[in-house]
């Protein structure tokens, strides 16, 4: 599909890539540390850069710079940036994947098959303004799916992304590469590559040190690449459990529910200290995940439901919101004796704080720094400098 051969690039007099070589199908890893060349080989690919010297060729014909060139480039190779918001310029879900697919010359039902594919149903009239940022990377990736590419370029997808996401992504990818599309994706995160990748490329200080069928975990981590623990046992999710836990400290007779559970971490940690946990997710891929995960707990129980419908039916001691989305409906409904809403923005706290005023429950607000940068919400949203937000309230 593709092959890149001694291209050389250079911004200034620094050289950024230096005799790059190699040749890519299925999905091709890129890995490396910040500054090694993986976005600006991307982007070179692309025709966003022109490198200096060197070739590209992809299905053996290579690749030109001359408008033209590029217009038919861009039909065949789709690229999803690494910020979002870089690549989203419509103001709704419908309209910007729509755009991907007019730009390309391609039929509108292809961008109703990628919304669809990556779980927009139901949301195309949203504004993009208001969708996470795990939602966003996701809306990137439909508007690329939308375009039909024979190879989609990805840098660094899964950053912002939470457990559930990731998961998504995942699958997004498997099923896309059974129907026929390539990939190359760049990233540091180990965990990415060896959930999907078949073929390897290491990039140190400009030039390839490695490629081949094998991911080489520990000259991965020699030149820099992350090597941690899975997506879902990411310390800041630890961190924001155990803030919340310390605060509730919940006695053994509680009857505990996890409204928009993900991946279900929350729910598997009260397990261990009450009576009964309510996991609840209305996210069909979520739901499937944390009913995998937390089988084996006989008093957890994980229910595919609406928040909202949820609360409505059922008494409880503690809820927990790890999500924001119709948090206002759902607090007026909650009758819970005490409840956590965990959020990610200063202006979200704030409209949940001032909602919790409003019907007489809230607490206090708790202001976190936590040690990781962007694990359970959007690629800025947990920064040291962008805290996180526990809002607690009750009844009692």
């Not at 370029?153 to 990818?173: N, R, S, Y």
Request: glycine share 8%.
């Amino acid at each position: 599909m593709l092959e890149v051969r001694d291209l050389w690039f250079k911004y200034d007099k620094e050289y950024v890539l230096k005799g790059v070589s190699f040749k890519a199908d299925g999905v091709t890893i890129v890995m490396g540390r910040n500054g090694s060349g993986k976005t600006t080989l991307l982007l070179n690919i692309i025709g966003v850069l022109k490198p200096e010297r060197g070739e590209i060729k992809i299905k053996g014909k290579k690749i030109g710079y001359g408008k033209k060139d590029l217009k038919e480039l861009r039909k065949k190779v789709a690229f999803v940036f690494q910020n979002p918001d870089d690549q989203i310029i419509a103001p709704t879900v419908w309209q910007e994947v729509a755009f991907g697919a007019m730009n390309a010359g391609k039929d509108l039902n292809l961008a109703k098959e990628a919304l669809k594919f990556c779980g927009f149903e139901g949301f195309e009239s949203y504004p993009c303004s208001t969708l996470s940022g795990g939602q966003k990377r996701l809306l990137t990736i439909a508007s690329a799916i939308a375009m039909d590419p024979e190879l989609i370029l990805m840098d660094e997808p899964t950053a912002g992304l939470d457990g559930v996401a990731f998961e998504k992504f995942v699958q997004i990818v498997r099923k896309l590469r059974k129907k026929g599309k390539s990939f190359l994706i760049s990233t540091h995160d180990y965990d990415l590559a060896k959930a999907i990748g078949d073929h390897f490329v290491l990039l140190n200080d400009g030039r390839v040190v490695y490629e081949g069928e094998e991911l080489r975990k520990e000259l991965a981590k020699r030149i820099g690449v992350r090597i941690g623990d899975s997506m879902e046992n990411k310390r800041t999710k630890s961190e924001i459990i155990g803030i919340v836990f310390s605060k509730l400290n919940p006695d053994a007779n509680s009857v505990f529910a996890d409204i928009g559970c993900g991946t279900g971490a929350v729910s598997e940690f009260f397990a261990k200290f009450v009576k009964k946990v309510y996991a609840v997710e209305s996210d069909a891929d979520a739901f499937e995940i944390a009913k995998e995960k937390l089988k084996s707990y006989e008093n957890v129980e994980v229910v595919k439901s609406d928040g909202f419908e949820f609360l409505k039916e059922h008494e409880l001691d503690i809820v927990f919101f790890g999500g924001t989305r119709g948090i206002d409906r759902m607090l007026e409904v909650c009758k819970a004796k005490r409840i956590v809403v965990n959020a990610a923005r200063i202006e979200v706290a704030t409209e949940v704080m001032k909602k919790m005023k409003e019907l007489g429950i809230f607490k206090e607000m708790i202001i976190a720094n936590v040690s990781r940068s962007y694990e359970l919400a959007g690629l800025t949203a947990f920064r040291n400098e962008n805290p996180v937000f526990i809002i607690f309230g009750s009844r009692e």
